[in-house]
């Protein structure tokens, strides 16, 4: 069954892309440029930064010639506190007017913590730890056996 309105073609009207229509609005022709000049201004920070930084570090704000570079912890501030002048040089040649680097720590909002894992053992697995136990000497790793076959016993109870 195929309907009419599926096979029906429709006239269709020239419509202006969407980058046409931002640009025809100046506030978001604005926020267009500044996007552009972030991007680019992250483009040349990588790639007079060492590979291993790039990664970490983000452009922020440029302010009255001042650059804002921003970065997850105090380690990596501290290598890009002895690495400013070559990068506050390597920027002015690409042409940046920036006259000093500010080194912001950037606090990262702690990862939830993850549940602690369950290891599940087969019933197979349980009878050779137990036969595993019986071979060891008395030593510190049948000790560690023993807590495991009583650990895991718990388990196979839960489950009857």
């Not at 400013?84 to 909002?109: F, S």
């Not at 939830?112 to 369950?118: G, L, N, R």
Request: aromatic share 4%.
């Amino acid at each position: 069954m195929n309907p009419a309105y599926l096979t029906k073609s429709f006239p269709t009207r020239s419509t202006p892309s969407l980058v046409s229509l931002l640009e025809r609005n100046e506030a978001f022709a604005q926020l267009r440029t500044g996007v552009e000049q972030i991007a680019a201004l992250e483009r040349d920070l990588a790639a007079a930064l060492p590979d291993y930084l790039a990664p970490n570090v983000s452009p922020g704000p440029i302010k009255n010639g001042l650059l804002t570079l921003l970065t997850a912890h105090n380690a990596l501030a501290a290598r890009l506190r002895h690495l400013e002048p070559c990068l506050l040089q390597a920027l002015q040649q690409r042409g940046w007017l920036v006259h000093a680097i500010k080194i912001r720590v950037q606090l990262q909002h702690a990862k939830p913590t993850s549940v602690a894992k369950k290891a599940h053992l087969s019933r197979a697995g349980f009878t050779c730890l137990q036969a595993l136990r019986q071979k060891i000497a008395p030593s510190p790793l049948q000790t560690a056996v023993a807590q495991m076959i009583e650990h895991q016993a718990k388990n196979f109870r839960e489950k009857i």
